[in-house]
């Protein structure tokens, strides 16, 4: 595999295989010193026309935990900007010597477009509504690690899934592994046809949440407020919200998921983050391991993994995690 | 200018099919048309059919303001290329073609191309849809095309205004046909691709309820009017509807829309974002029946160059629009299930009728019209490739597509603009 593009590319397989690379990664993270010389001479570029400090220093932090060199790019999306040329952007990072690059873009496609115009690996990391694919990675291993399988269980993704990358990656992600999933959302917010898409819809949170085993809850923003879609955050808040009353209904076993960073108050009661349930810092913490997965798929090759375990010296003849870069 | 013979093809027209050779004289126009004719310089026309040129009523020539995508005289090189004897500028030039002064410098510019350049003009100033242009000053100037192409124009009472006003003045008032309210943000057809592919879409709907007014109107005004590059199965069965009502209303459809679908946006490459965007295959099927059937009297291409840089932008923020001149023929002659003369009726009488030039363009093929013809070989196949248009831009979305039927001579007020596939100047 070249690039991470869609969650489609890796298929149920891949997913599989990436989840079960995400554990010697985790593994990893959690020595002394949390660094494998794997990715060495490798360089990874992080290219974010959007802004998103999270996702950003997740993956640099990954890159940099294999030990790649990483450089930063930072594309303001201010409108005397707008019109600038991705195509130039990218062959100018090409120019330096870059092995992958980690793209994220307000539109859609943007990551594919860009497979075009340079010759090596590509990772989506967030286009516009279409997918976020490492988010749903690494929101299935946390599910793994609390729940052992997708397989079976009942997925709530609540709220404004029409301009979520992350419900479209989720949705496909879960669906792949067994689980079946629910999209609930006043109409406004769901896509305009899901007809083909392996799931339900509902616009009752509560006629759903009895038997849910996971509630997935969207960030909902301010400016759909403004643009008509819910007549007000409050009343959005009052029939899809994750209150305490809600949750008293939801089952011991379950648990309430969010891509962050979470609108308190809106989508989710602040007590809710509280609750023992909610597993949002489980997600942030699996990202940096599951990235690490995804930048060794793409550009590691195994016998440097197998080095990275048995612990033997690398090729410079010092034992492994020894090594700290500059 | 010299005699020229069209020697051992069969002349396909509003007339019918038959064995002929055609001879221009040297005035440009038609002088015989009979078997065995001889004089002048011969344009071999074995296997191939001679019919009267094509007519494009919408064309972006992109000249004055966005030189580097298309001027007046590379669009018309691509014309020529595509067996178009006449093309009708769009107005959505910079400055817009809204006033005397660029209707002169466009008809200007328009005389040495290589084939015969009409202008529409704007029907609101600066296509804002706020006030009406000087139709009754630039009809005076040649214009009979009057359009807001790019943009429908949104208010009913000025939409009522230009119909009744334009009538009286026998020029055309067409329409793009599209609420902004419904389509602004969007930049696909709206559907089950746009939803997977997560880009905002515009409804067919968007387009309807404007096909929907516009009838009304017409209805109202008793004006003549007609819709451009329809593109949804609802519009089609909308206009049938109103024409067996009696309306004078004519449209047109692009090749495009009777080619492609939302599904070729999977690839996110905007060389195949268009305005209006590519549908659903129904409505794909629905425009090409709608052709067959007259309900649809003419192809158009919507030739839309633009500059390499401005297509390599995201999807959303590339501008719409594709090429088509140099493609029109092969694709009406293989995707589209009609008769010989029904075609020739299609790309050329149709849209001559409609833009008002059907004296000197459209056919039929007979003594004492001008001379302007085109000879295809049906069977000839080719490749598409943008690079190597005729177009100053590439943005084709038939790209490596193999193609069957192409122009060999293209003949504009008797002169041979293009033999045997080359341009001759």
């Given at each position: 595999?070249k690039?991470l593009?869609?969650?489609?590319?890796?298929?149920?397989?891949?997913?599989?295989?990436?989840?079960?690379l995400?554990?010697?990664?985790?593994?990893?993270?959690?020595?002394?010193?949390?660094?494998?010389?794997?990715?060495?001479?490798?360089?990874?570029?992080?290219l974010?026309?959007?802004?998103?400090?999270?996702?950003?220093?997740?993956?640099?932090t990954?890159?940099?935990?294999?030990?790649?060199?990483?450089?930063?790019?930072?594309?303001?999306?201010?409108s005397?900007?707008?019109?600038e040329?991705?195509?130039d952007?990218v062959?100018t990072?090409?120019?330096?010597?870059?092995d992958?690059?980690?793209?994220?873009?307000?539109?859609?496609g943007v990551?594919?477009?860009?497979?075009?115009?340079?010759?090596?690996?590509?990772?989506?990391?967030g286009?516009?509504?279409?997918?976020?694919?490492?988010q749903?990675?690494?929101?299935?291993?946390t599910i793994?690690?609390?729940?052992?399988?997708?397989?079976?269980?009942?997925?709530?993704?609540?709220?404004?899934v029409?301009?979520?990358?992350?419900?479209?990656?989720?949705?496909e992600?879960?669906t792949?592994?067994?689980?079946s999933?629910t999209?609930?959302?006043?109409?406004?917010?769901?896509?305009?046809?899901?007809?083909s898409?392996?799931?339900?819809?509902s616009?009752?949170l509560?006629?759903?949440?009895?038997?849910?085993?996971?509630?997935?809850?969207?960030r909902m923003?301010?400016?759909?407020?403004?643009?008509?879609?819910?007549?007000?955050?409050?009343?959005?808040a009052?029939d899809?919200?994750?209150d305490?009353?809600?949750?008293?209904?939801?089952?011991?076993?379950?648990?309430v998921?969010?891509?962050?960073?979470?609108?308190?108050?809106?989508?989710?009661?602040?007590?809710?983050?509280?609750?023992?349930?909610?597993?949002?810092i489980?997600?942030?913490?699996?990202?940096?391991?599951?990235?690490?997965a995804?930048?060794?798929?793409l550009?590691?090759?195994?016998?440097h993994?197998?080095?990275?375990?048995s612990?033997?010296?690398?090729?410079?003849?010092?034992?492994k995690?020894?090594?700290?870069?500059? | 200018?010299h005699e020229?013979?069209?020697?051992?093809g069969?002349?396909?027209d509003?007339?019918?099919?038959?064995?002929?050779?055609?001879?221009?004289?040297?005035d440009?126009?038609?002088?015989?048309?009979?078997?065995?004719?001889?004089?002048?310089?011969v344009?071999?026309?074995?296997?191939?059919?001679?019919t009267?040129?094509?007519?494009?009523?919408?064309?972006?020539?992109?000249?004055?303001?966005r030189?580097e995508?298309?001027t007046?005289e590379?669009?018309s090189r691509?014309a020529?290329?595509?067996?178009?004897t006449?093309?009708?500028a769009?107005p959505?030039?910079?400055?817009t073609i809204?006033?005397?002064?660029?209707v002169?410098?466009?008809?200007?510019?328009?005389?040495?191309?290589?084939c015969?350049?009409?202008?529409?003009?704007?029907?609101?100033?600066?296509?804002?849809?706020?006030?009406?242009t000087?139709?009754?000053?630039?009809?005076?100037?040649?214009v009979?095309?009057f359009?807001d192409?790019?943009?429908?124009?949104q208010?009913?009472?000025?939409?009522?205004r230009?119909?009744?006003?334009?009538?009286?003045?026998?020029?055309?008032?067409?329409?793009?046909?599209?609420?902004?309210?419904?389509?602004?943000?969007?930049?696909?057809?709206?559907?089950?691709?746009?939803?997977?592919?997560?880009?905002?879409?515009?409804?067919?709907?968007?387009?309807?309820?404007m096909?929907?007014?516009?009838?009304a109107?017409?209805?109202?005004t008793?004006?003549?009017?007609?819709f451009?590059?329809l593109?949804t199965?609802?519009?089609?069965?909308?206009?049938?509807?109103?024409?067996?009502?009696?309306?004078?209303i004519?449209?047109?459809?692009?090749?495009?829309?009777f080619?492609?679908?939302?599904?070729?946006?999977?690839?996110?490459?905007?060389?195949y974002?268009?305005?209006?965007?590519?549908r659903?295959?129904?409505d794909?099927?629905a425009?090409?029946?709608?052709?067959?059937?007259?309900?649809?009297?003419?192809?158009a291409?919507?030739?839309?160059?633009?500059?390499?840089s401005?297509k390599?932008?995201?999807?959303?923020?590339a501008p719409?629009g594709?090429?088509?001149?140099?493609?029109?023929?092969p694709?009406?002659?293989?995707?589209?299930?009609?008769?010989?003369?029904?075609?020739?009726?299609?790309?050329?009488?149709g849209?001559?009728?409609?833009?008002?030039?059907?004296?000197?363009?459209?056919g039929?093929?007979?003594?004492g019209?001008?001379?302007?013809l085109c000879?295809?070989?049906?069977?000839?196949?080719?490749?598409?490739?943008?690079?190597?248009?005729?177009?100053?831009?590439?943005?084709?979305?038939?790209?490596?597509?193999?193609?069957r039927?192409?122009?060999?001579?293209t003949v504009?007020?008797?002169?041979?603009v293009?033999?045997?596939?080359?341009?001759?100047?």
């Amino acid at each position: 595999m070249k690039h991470l593009l869609s969650i489609a590319d890796l298929g149920a397989d891949g997913i599989a295989d990436l989840l079960t690379l995400t554990d010697s990664f985790v593994e990893i993270s959690s020595r002394s010193i949390p660094k494998v010389p794997v990715l060495r001479g490798k360089t990874v570029a992080s290219l974010f026309f959007e802004d998103s400090t999270r996702t950003r220093l997740s993956f640099e932090t990954a890159a940099r935990r294999l030990s790649a060199d990483v450089i930063s790019f930072s594309v303001s999306t201010s409108s005397l900007n707008k019109g600038e040329s991705v195509r130039d952007t990218v062959e100018t990072i090409e120019a330096m010597g870059v092995d992958a690059l980690v793209v994220r873009h307000g539109c859609a496609g943007v990551p594919q477009q860009i497979t075009s115009w340079f010759e090596g690996s590509v990772i989506n990391a967030g286009d516009g509504w279409h997918e976020h694919p490492t988010q749903a990675l690494l929101d299935t291993y946390t599910i793994r690690q609390h729940r052992g399988s997708l397989r079976g269980l009942r997925v709530l993704i609540v709220g404004d899934v029409k301009h979520s990358r992350v419900a479209r990656s989720n949705m496909e992600a879960f669906t792949m592994l067994g689980a079946s999933v629910t999209l609930v959302a006043p109409g406004t917010l769901l896509p305009p046809n899901t007809k083909s898409w392996p799931v339900e819809t509902s616009h009752d949170l509560d006629a759903c949440l009895g038997d849910a085993d996971i509630v997935y809850l969207l960030r909902m923003q301010q400016e759909r407020q403004e643009d008509a879609l819910v007549p007000s955050l409050r009343e959005y808040a009052t029939d899809f919200g994750l209150d305490r009353g809600r949750m008293a209904r939801l089952s011991p076993d379950a648990l309430v998921m969010h891509p962050g960073p979470m609108n308190r108050g809106v989508e989710i009661a602040a007590d809710v983050v509280e609750d023992p349930r909610c597993v949002v810092i489980d997600q942030v913490r699996n990202g940096v391991p599951v990235r690490m997965a995804v930048l060794f798929l793409l550009l590691g090759s195994n016998s440097h993994l197998a080095e990275a375990h048995s612990g033997e010296p690398d090729e410079t003849g010092r034992p492994k995690g020894s090594r700290i870069d500059a | 200018m010299h005699e020229l013979v069209i020697r051992g093809g069969t002349v396909v027209d509003a007339d019918g099919v038959r064995r002929a050779d055609v001879v221009v004289g040297a005035d440009g126009t038609i002088a015989a048309v009979g078997e065995n004719l001889s004089g002048g310089r011969v344009l071999e026309a074995a296997g191939c059919y001679v019919t009267p040129g094509f007519v494009d009523l919408h064309t972006h020539l992109r000249q004055p303001g966005r030189e580097e995508a298309e001027t007046i005289e590379t669009g018309s090189r691509a014309a020529a290329l595509g067996g178009y004897t006449a093309v009708v500028a769009m107005p959505n030039t910079e400055p817009t073609i809204d006033s005397a002064s660029v209707v002169r410098e466009v008809l200007e510019l328009g005389k040495p191309a290589l084939c015969d350049v009409y202008t529409s003009a704007a029907i609101t100033i600066g296509r804002q849809g706020d006030r009406l242009t000087p139709m009754a000053e630039l009809s005076r100037l040649g214009v009979r095309f009057f359009t807001d192409d790019g943009d429908g124009v949104q208010d009913d009472r000025l939409m009522r205004r230009a119909l009744e006003y334009a009538a009286g003045l026998g020029v055309m008032i067409a329409q793009h046909c599209e609420v902004s309210a419904l389509s602004e943000g969007g930049f696909m057809h709206e559907g089950e691709w746009s939803s997977r592919l997560g880009i905002p879409g515009q409804p067919a709907e968007a387009e309807e309820l404007m096909v929907m007014r516009d009838i009304a109107l017409s209805r109202l005004t008793g004006a003549r009017m007609h819709f451009q590059h329809l593109s949804t199965k609802g519009s089609v069965e909308m206009v049938r509807a109103a024409r067996q009502g009696g309306l004078a209303i004519t449209a047109e459809a692009t090749t495009h829309h009777f080619t492609l679908t939302d599904e070729a946006v999977a690839s996110y490459d905007p060389v195949y974002k268009v305005h209006p965007p590519l549908r659903t295959e129904i409505d794909r099927v629905a425009i090409g029946r709608a052709l067959g059937e007259g309900t649809i009297e003419a192809i158009a291409t919507d030739h839309a160059p633009h500059a390499r840089s401005a297509k390599e932008l995201p999807f959303d923020q590339a501008p719409p629009g594709m090429l088509g001149l140099e493609t029109a023929l092969p694709l009406a002659l293989t995707e589209l299930e009609l008769e010989l003369t029904e075609l020739v009726e299609r790309m050329s009488g149709g849209p001559a009728r409609i833009a008002g030039i059907d004296d000197v363009h459209g056919g039929p093929i007979r003594k004492g019209r001008v001379a302007n013809l085109c000879i295809f070989d049906p069977e000839h196949t080719w490749t598409a490739d943008g690079a190597a248009m005729a177009s100053k831009s590439a943005n084709t979305p038939y790209q490596g597509r193999e193609l069957r039927g192409r122009v060999r001579h293209t003949v504009v007020s008797g002169e041979p603009v293009v033999i045997d596939g080359e341009l001759q100047r």
